[in-house]
């Protein structure tokens, strides 16, 4: 069950993860890197190689297409648009109720129910940092990066008074990159405010001169050692983001992601629960 097109259903996004050799979703693989670079706030760089990983960049629209071309050909997967209000237990499985794209009421029943949907809150925690970030793809008059080498971390950002910031920049060409200005702190930024730190990181700290904004991006990814819970109810369960798939530490969910749905498929084809 997808939500339509809307304010329910995420804008394009990136997605990053580490993988050793080749992988399921290489064919919607944006680019890779084995090279990364942290700079620190002097600008002083330290290089890794990370073999035999690479570091991979999906584009959520291509990770989405190549998902749906391998469901169209499964006669036992069909495909639902809407807008879930509530999900049930009932005996024997759960109900969703949802409204679908002219507002007219549907209910699917199903044995086991999968809730990606963010929740409302995070469950209370030690600690609670937010990643957040801002990022525009640009394309620049000059060649102005080494496709080979990710930028991970370039701490010659201004730091903010509470938690860090780092530039992130994911080359994709000599001219074009994905670069980001992203903080771990409480709370997030204005629009305002993130237009403006990758401005002045763009142009005062790579200075990359005259550069074209594709497109952009945003994002904010909570950072908890809150225990999520997996489970709502006997017979529906969290997942993704909203069931633990996210590695606190980092941000990174998309590999956590493809762990926990692996686990759940290998469960039900034993016919055991898939908590």
């Excluded at 702190?185 to 237009?195: G, M, Q, V």
Aim: glycine share 10%; net charge positive; aromatic share 8%.
């Amino acid at each position: 069950l997808d939500a339509p097109p809307g304010p329910l259903r995420p804008p394009r996004r990136t997605w990053c993860f580490w993988e050793a050799g080749p992988g399921r979703f290489d064919a919607a693989v944006t680019a890779s890197w084995r090279s990364l670079r942290v700079r620190d706030r002097g600008g002083r760089p330290i290089h890794g190689d990370i073999a035999p990983l690479r570091y991979k960049m999906i584009r959520s629209d291509d990770f989405e297409h190549l998902v749906a071309r391998d469901l169209a050909g499964h006669d036992r997967v069909r495909r639902v648009e809407g807008t879930v209000d509530t999900v049930e237990d009932v005996p024997g499985g759960a109900l969703v109720r949802l409204r679908d794209r002219d507002g007219n009421p549907r209910v699917v029943g199903a044995r086991w129910v999968f809730d990606s949907r963010p929740p409302g809150s995070l469950p209370a925690a030690r600690t609670t940092l937010l990643q957040h970030f801002h990022g525009w793809f640009v394309r620049t008059a000059r060649p102005a990066f080494a496709p080979g080498t990710a930028e991970l971390m370039d701490f010659r950002t201004p730091q903010p008074a509470e938690g860090l910031s780092f530039g992130y920049v994911l080359p994709l060409g000599r001219h074009d990159a994905l670069v980001e200005y992203t903080e771990f702190s409480p709370r997030p930024l204005t629009p305002d405010a993130y237009e403006a730190a990758v401005r002045h990181y763009t142009d005062d700290v790579l200075r990359l001169g005259d550069l074209e904004v594709l497109s952009t991006e945003t994002g904010v990814i909570p950072m908890t050692d809150a225990v999520m819970p997996r489970r709502t109810g006997q017979s529906v369960f969290r997942i993704g983001a909203a069931g633990g798939a996210t590695r606190p530490s980092t941000g990174y969910t998309f590999a956590g992601l493809q762990r926990q749905t692996r686990a759940v498929a290998a469960a039900l084809r034993e016919g055991r629960r898939p908590v």
